[in-house]
């Protein structure tokens, strides 16, 4: 067929530049040859008059005609599609390539980076290691990205210390590498690269931060000035689109019309253990409550469950423009994102207008970046006025404590003793319960301190890494600790592991990421949890929910501070006591478990959201108003 003289025609125009008259030939000889090769020649022509578009269509007719061809027709149209930001059909024709792009890096670029962009990681790590072998420097980052999806993956960290070979000087990889290293536990390598960002901080070069994951920033750098920039990107989110979608044409209506937006709505994911008897108990004569729900559908619990909590709308499978328009059908006045910058976050959803007010609450202990938002909801301890120029959003905070717990979700409490659980009755038990890559290089030599000046003590661990057991054990029996006095926990059922909680003496709280659940499980399980003051929302959590039990006394001013405390504890077994008993009383009278007063002030916050925006008003700062104390008990039994 190649001999047709059209078709030669057209060839020679192609090469000497005349792409015009090329397109005028192939359009004769389209109606008479409709093949791969035809439109080969016509998506060749069309990509050298910038025509993207309508050549990545032929690029596909040409796939679809068959031949030898097939594949490298294929991939062109896939990298026509990608350039464009149309990953759905980049994937779409890619597809019979994934096997292939296993061996070939410029293929697993493509598809990895589409898949990426739909931020659908998991799916391709079967192309990690072809990237990472590939002279590429672009294929090496983007192998990077994907390894820091699964950073507890041993061979994952195998292949990252290749790379580190390969470019000893990327900031890049240091930090994605040391991603790795705080998921492990890993402190010789945290000891090794984390005073390179140092010394790159002390001389304000700031730019390896653009790439950095704002979720994992938090984990090592409180402070934020600095985390407000993380990953920022000006053009993501203009002042006009926010403007704009401020000013669009609402309807408001006798109830508040609130969304919430996460992949989370099932009852064993911790943000549920929090929020579902909020959502239970919203006041449904004020308020209309809408579940827009991207959750797994592994974890999707029969709607008889969930109806619950509120209408559910499925977005899952849905494009963000998709949903924003989803969101929009249903006139919400107030769209809540439950996720922010966590794993598998759809937050991206609020860049569409999908609502006159979209809140952050939560999902991220942080500002978020790179979405447009008007309010985060927070506290006066997570959030404190010097805190404010370093938001994105407006604050609005809750007279008492951010974080929604109530009674009736919580586990029943089953009686445990100490041998239940394999510690010993002599020993004083210190408790860590927090996830492992929490516990930071500061945070265990400062237990070390504590370990070391409390003879008759031992420390209790939870921790589900094989290496990060290793690499715990490691650290503090290299300081002179006994190994005996470190004890490991099981995994063993929900119920039981709170209620093994208060068989420890104290817990020890983590920085500068607390624990945020944990501590509020800790403290149900009538566990005293010693914390100190932190410098942005993510090591303050703890402080607010002690302040909500009524433990103040339990906040350390400073490092210092709290190994004191600790070693006071630790010589006044008397004090622990009371503290037990106090949690008894405090937790069925103090505002942090009080469901219903904490849903009357998060109701409230929306409803001063609402006044304002109904009045055409910016959003500003909101303090809601507490309302009396409690004189009684809120509930009786556990």
Same mark, same amino acid.
């Given at each position: 067929m190649s001999q047709n003289p059209l078709f030669s025609a057209a060839k020679k125009s192609f090469r000497r530049g005349e792409y015009t008259e090329t397109l005028t030939v192939l359009n004769k000889l389209l109606d008479m040859q409709a093949d791969a090769a035809t439109y080969g020649l016509l998506a060749k022509t069309l990509a050298c008059l910038d025509m993207k578009r309508e050549a990545a269509h032929a690029y596909q007719l040409a796939a679809e005609a068959g031949g030898k061809e097939e594949f490298a027709y294929r991939e062109?149209?896939?990298?026509?599609?990608?350039?464009?930001?149309?990953?759905?059909? *980049?994937?779409?024709?890619g597809r019979p390539l994934a096997e292939k792009a296993q061996r070939d890096a410029n293929l697993a670029f493509y598809i990895a980076s589409c898949f990426l962009h739909k931020k659908d990681k998991d799916i391709v790590r079967v192309y990690i290691k072809v990237l990472a072998e590939s002279d590429n420097s672009k294929h090496n980052s983007l192998a990077v990205l994907l390894l820091t999806n699964m950073p507890?993956?041993?061979?994952?960290?195998?292949?990252?210390?290749?790379?580190?070979?390969?470019?000893?000087?990327?900031?890049?990889?240091?930090?994605?590498?040391?991603?790795?290293?705080?998921?492990?536990?890993?402190?010789?390598?945290?000891?090794?690269?984390?005073?390179?960002?140092?010394?790159?901080?002390?001389?304000?070069?700031?730019?390896?931060?653009?790439?950095e994951s704002p979720f994992y920033n938090l984990h090592w750098l409180p402070d934020e000035a600095i985390n407000k920039i993380v990953a920022h990107d000006p053009a993501a989110v203009p002042e006009s689109h926010t403007r704009e979608r401020r000013q669009m044409p609402h309807t408001w209506g006798k109830r508040i019309r609130v969304g919430y937006v996460s992949s989370d709505f099932w009852s064993a994911h911790a943000t549920m253990k929090l929020v579902r008897g909020v959502l239970e108990h919203h006041d449904r004569e004020k308020f209309d409550i809408t579940l827009f729900c991207y959750?797994?559908?592994?974890?999707? %619990?029969?709607?008889?469950?969930?109806?619950?909590?509120?209408?559910?709308?499925?977005?899952?499978?849905?494009?963000?423009?998709?949903?924003?328009?989803?969101?929009?059908?249903?006139?919400?006045? /107030?769209?809540?994102?439950?996720?922010?910058?966590?794993?598998f976050s759809r937050s991206t959803i609020l860049n569409h207008k999908a609502a006159p007010i979209h809140v952050a609450w939560l999902g991220f202990p942080g500002t978020t970046v790179n979405i447009d938002l008007d309010y985060v909801i927070g506290d006066h301890y997570v959030l404190p006025d010097e805190s404010?120029?370093?938001?994105?959003?407006?604050?609005?905070?809750?007279?008492?404590?951010?974080?929604?717990?109530?009674?009736?979700?919580?586990?029943?409490?089953i009686p445990l003793t100490r041998k239940d659980a394999n510690l010993p009755e002599d020993m004083f038990v210190f408790a860590?319960?927090? *996830?492992?890559?929490?516990?930071?290089?500061?945070?265990? %030599?400062?237990?070390?301190?504590?370990?070391? *000046?409390?003879?008759?003590?031992? /420390?209790?661990?939870?921790?589900?890494?094989?290496?990060?057991?290793?690499?715990?054990?490691?650290?503090?029996?290299?300081?002179?600790?006994?190994?005996?006095?470190?004890?490991?926990?099981?995994?063993?059922?929900?119920?039981?592991?709170?209620?093994?909680?208060?068989?420890?003496?104290?817990?020890?709280?983590?920085?500068?990421?607390?624990?945020?659940?944990?501590?509020?499980?800790?403290?149900?399980?009538?566990?005293?949890?010693?914390?100190?003051?932190?410098?942005?929302?993510?090591?303050?959590?703890?402080?607010?929910?002690?302040?909500?039990?009524?433990?103040?006394?339990?906040?350390?001013?400073?490092?210092?501070?709290?190994?004191?405390?600790?070693?006071?504890?630790?010589?006044?077994?008397?004090?622990?006591?009371?503290?037990?008993?106090?949690?008894?009383?405090?937790?069925?009278?103090?505002?942090?478990?009080?469901?219903d007063r904490f849903r009357q002030h998060l109701e409230k916050a929306y409803e001063m959201m609402v006044d304002r925006a109904r009045q055409n008003l910016e959003p500003d700062h909101l303090d809601v108003p507490v309302l009396p104390p409690r004189t009684e008990p809120f509930f009786v039994s556990e």
């Open positions: 062109e149209a896939m990298k026509l599609w990608y350039e464009l930001n149309e990953f759905d059909n *980049a994937l779409a024709v507890e993956d041993a061979r994952d960290r195998q292949i990252m210390r290749l790379l580190l070979k390969r470019y000893p000087q990327s900031t890049f990889l240091i930090q994605s590498y040391l991603v790795t290293c705080r998921e492990v536990n890993d402190y010789d390598g945290m000891a090794k690269y984390q005073p390179v960002l140092d010394r790159l901080l002390e001389m304000g070069d700031l730019k390896f931060l653009k790439h959750t797994d559908k592994v974890y999707v %619990e029969p709607d008889e469950i969930r109806e619950k909590w509120g209408k559910i709308v499925n977005i899952r499978d849905m494009s963000i423009e998709e949903a924003a328009q989803t969101i929009r059908d249903h006139e919400i006045d /107030i769209l809540v994102d439950l996720k922010g910058q966590t794993r404010k120029p370093h938001y994105w959003e407006k604050f609005v905070r809750l007279p008492e404590c951010y974080q929604p717990n109530d009674p009736i979700y919580r586990p029943k409490m860590s319960l927090n *996830a492992s890559r929490k516990i930071s290089t500061e945070n265990i %030599e400062l237990w070390i301190r504590i370990l070391n *000046a409390t003879p008759d003590s031992m /420390i209790w661990v939870l921790c589900t890494s094989n290496e990060a057991h290793d690499n715990i054990i490691k650290k503090i029996t290299s300081a002179g600790i006994n190994r005996k006095r470190i004890k490991f926990t099981p995994l063993v059922s929900y119920e039981e592991h709170v209620s093994r909680m208060g068989l420890a003496d104290l817990g020890l709280d983590t920085f500068p990421v607390n624990g945020h659940t944990t501590t509020s499980e800790q403290l149900w399980a009538n566990l005293p949890v010693l914390t100190k003051k932190g410098n942005h929302f993510a090591s303050r959590v703890s402080e607010s929910l002690l302040n909500a039990i009524g433990l103040p006394e339990l906040v350390a001013e400073s490092e210092e501070a709290y190994f004191q405390r600790a070693v006071e504890l630790y010589e006044n077994r008397e004090l622990i006591k009371s503290y037990k008993e106090r949690l008894v009383e405090n937790k069925r009278i103090k505002p942090l478990f009080d469901h």
